[in-house]
């Protein structure tokens, strides 16, 4: 059974980019547009990872991160940031909130897989 | 040596503003309309890529028949991998570049903010709000110069903290991964 990540990003080109990446190595794909549209989709089905932006409308990556780890099945899933952010302070923020690794666009989507396979598994 | 009466200064400041916004409606009406026309190509761009990827899909299944059932030469089949190797690595080429107006829309929408911003500040110059109480009239003049100076510098650093940028790449080159 194919393995479900949910990916949150409020650019529709680059939900497109990932979804199509992560759908050629033969995942499932969720997609939210903004943090708490990605919070209401993660407590729909718990998946096995997270992708998120970190500026996004509404609600940003940090604090949706900071929001799943407080939920008991998000614990323990894999939360990866993707963004154009790539200061330290922020991957410092960013870990402290609780992810799990951090991913400056734009990405490759070779090097994107092999992360994910990395972190989950094929 | 003659001075400038206030009035008259303030009319003078009120029509540089008058200018100045008039430009500034025009940088922001043109950062929109491009931000309107890359989202658009982007769209086509995206949705052209999917199907022309699901058409080599087709195409490479529809191969890969012929291949199976013997009607292909061995060396057709090893040039036909070579193609699919190289598609593949320019299929990975394409998803990067795709990424660009992630980027550059975020960059267009600071600058749009920006310019916002700056039209906000512009408006201090033909407000009329500063107390006109002196006799002297240079004095008056200085107050109303330093008055306006102080607003613009108060204005300029609230709008540069509500504008953090977020996009600090030079290039399309591929960004860095830690896994913590």
Known sequence: MAKTILTVDDSGSLRQMVAFSLKAAGYDVVQAVDGQDGLNKAKEKTVDLVLTDQNMPVMDGLTLISNLRTLASYQRVPILMLTTESSDEMKAKGKAAGANGWLVKPFDPKRLIEVVQKVIGA | ?180
């Open chain 2, 1 to 180: 040596m003659k001075t400038l009466p206030v009035e008259e200064l303030r009319e003078l400041l009120a029509a540089v503003s008058s200018h100045g916004d008039w430009h500034l409606l025009e940088i922001e009406t043109d950062l929109q309309q491009t931000a309107f026309l890359l989202d658009e190509a982007i769209e086509k761009l995206g949705n052209s890529f999917m199907t022309v990827y699901a058409h080599l899909m087709e195409q490479q299944a529809a191969i890969q028949l012929l291949a199976d059932a013997g009607k292909l030469q061995v060396e057709e089949v090893a040039q036909l991998q070579v193609f699919q190797d190289n598609i593949g690595q320019e299929v990975n080429k394409v998803v990067t570049g795709m990424q660009f107006q992630d980027m550059t829309n975020q960059l267009l929408q600071r600058t749009i903010n920006r310019v916002h911003g700056l039209k906000m500040l512009l408006q201090e110059l033909s407000s009329h709000q500063f107390p006109m109480s002196a006799d002297d009239e240079k004095e008056e003049i200085r107050q109303f110069i330093r008055q306006l100076n102080q607003n613009f510098d108060q204005g300029s650093q609230h709008l540069t903290g509500s504008l953090r940028k977020s996009v600090s790449q030079q290039d399309m080159a591929t960004g860095e991964i830690d896994l913590f």
